[in-house]
């Protein structure tokens, strides 16, 4: 079996497309999702989570419950603006119910569970605010043993969203952000808005996806708030499936172009707050100058026809 992965996720439009891509890819054995507060509220992330893998059909993989607030700073917002009230454009209620119970075991001990359970190193792929992955390595530093990789989507080198510093998901917690970006030692790759806004998609692209069969209709029909969203921002109908990209990269390793760069997060109050600092400046050891943060992987490029391909197919050929 290829790659073993645990997805934590605050659906959002762009999750269910990264949840789809692994529910749908053979080569990965998704052990598990955990959901946090995020785009929406935790009630509706988790009711969210639950119907989209009835939809993708797997009833197998168990979903617990996380943190429904930042860790320190409770000054998050909620992005309803961009995915929708419900988090899927107002069709979360058109997806099936799920029929596998909630897990009531909750995030932390359900990846502390699935990770000692594990024979292999296994990936985690947070594509929301970091706080359940910051609970967990705080709560359980040996775990960190049993976890391969993390490959994160957040962060903007160049860009933000959440403000003109800042991405959703680092924004949305910073403290828990620099907990597992810049204080953790496991192999982290970040995947920043500046790949994620490469690898957008347009409308035709949607097209295929629903006209693939009811399955890849019913992940499209979840776009429309989405779309309408980043229209503008794109500058042409589209959309941009940040966390696909993150989750491409974790089943498929070196699918993005990453170069090793120190990372550190604002956790300050200024106008910066929730920044993801990435010095490029390739300061030799014994510059006296200050590196600050941690040296992880930064994902900057990508082919990008390939990689819409490989999202694409991945979807529509497990469906
Ligand atoms: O900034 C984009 C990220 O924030 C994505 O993960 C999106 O789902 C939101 O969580
Ligand atoms: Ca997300």
């Known amino acids: 079996m290829g790659t073993k992965l645990i ?3 605050d659906p959002g439009v762009d999750d269910a497309f ?15 999702v955990t959901t946090v507060f995020g785009n ?14 009835q939809l993708f059909g797997r ?18 917002k909620p992005a309803g603006f961009v995915h929708g009230q419900d988090g899927l454009s107002g069709h979360a209620g058109t997806l099936p119910e799920a029929k596998r119970a909630l897990d009531e075991r909750g995030a932390v001990r359900l990846l502390v569970d699935l990770l000692e359970a594990a024979d292999e190193p296994v990936t985690i792929a947070p594509i929301g605010p970091l706080t359940n992955i910051a609970l967990l390595l705080a709560a359980h530093p040996q ?11 957040g962060g903007g080198v160049t860009k933000g969203n959440s403000t003109t510093a800042a991405e959703f998901n680092i924004w949305s917690d910073p403290e828990a952000a620099r907990r597992v970006l810049v204080d953790g030692d496991i192999p982290t790759v970040l995947v920043p808005l500046d790949i994620t806004h490469q690898c957008s998609v347009d409308t035709t692209w949607l097209g295929k996806l629903a006209a693939s069969g ?16 980043y229209t503008p ?5 589209g959309m941009v499936m940040h966390d696909a990209v993150a989750v491409a990269e974790a ?3 070196g699918i993005l172009d990453t170069e090793s760069y120190p990372v550190d997060v604002e956790c300050g109050f200024g106008p910066a707050r929730g920044a993801t600092l990435v010095d490029r400046r390739r300061l030799r050891s014994t510059d006296p100058q200050t590196v600050p943060g941690r040296t992880i992987d930064v994902a900057l490029t990508t082919d990008v026809d390939a990689f819409r391909g490989f999202v694409l197919d991945r979807i529509v050929g497990g469906l």
């Open 143 to 153: 775990i960190r043993e049993k976890i391969g990789r993390i490959v994160i989507m």
């Open 18 to 32: 990264a949840l789809a891509l692994a529910t749908r890819s053979e080569d990965v054995d998704l052990l598990g």
């Open 251 to 253: 089943i498929r390793p």
């Open 214 to 229: 009811p399955l890849g209709a019913a992940l499209e029909a979840l776009t429309p708030t989405y779309v309408e969203h």
């Open 59 to 76: 009833e197998d993989v168990p979903v617990a419950a996380g943190a429904e607030r930042p860790l320190v700073y409770d000054n998050a």
């Open 7 to 9: 997805i934590d996720t």
């Open 40 to 53: 929406v509220p935790l009630s509706h992330t988790t009711a969210n989570a639950r119907r989209l893998l």
């Open 233 to 237: 921002i794109l500058g042409f109908p």
